[in-house]
């Protein structure tokens, strides 16, 4: 699967912004679908999973509460709503998808979309 992520930019702490991955290629269905992020000289982290079956929703406790990860499956797309953003949320967003039922881990997930920069200013 093919998987194209969309929707950085530049906002103000406190605003809302919605990132948006759109897969291709394969039944998007068959995937659990997540987002990780990677803030510069730090690590790829966990952000926000959905599961394969009965979307189940998992999150990083840093974003609990502010974000919401949801899919379309007749659009083959998932979503990341991000609310009252702070500018630790700064990192470059990336989608990916996983054969597992669930997934959490980076080497979980089978594919990985090119990324989208999230930029917030204090």
């Known amino acids: 699967v093919q998987l194209q992520a969309f929707g950085g930019g530049l906002v103000r702490a406190g605003d809302s912004l919605t990132l948006s991955c759109a897969a291709s290629?394969?039944?998007?269905?068959?995937?659990?679908m997540g987002w990780f992020r990677q803030a510069p000289g730090k690590e790829r982290e966990f952000v926000a999973t959905l599961s394969r079956i009965g979307s189940s929703t998992y999150y990083a406790d840093s974003v609990k509460g502010r974000f919401t990860i949801f899919r379309d499956n007749a659009k083959n797309t998932v979503y990341l709503q991000m609310n009252s953003l702070k500018p630790e949320d700064t990192a470059v967003y990336y989608c990916?998808?996983?054969?597992?039922?669930?997934?959490?881990?980076?080497?979980?997930?089978?594919?990985w979309g090119q990324g989208t920069l999230v930029t917030v200013s204090s």
């Open positions: 290629g394969s039944t998007f269905g068959n995937y659990a």
């Open positions: 990916a998808a996983s054969t597992r039922l669930k997934a959490t881990k980076t080497y979980e997930h089978d594919y």
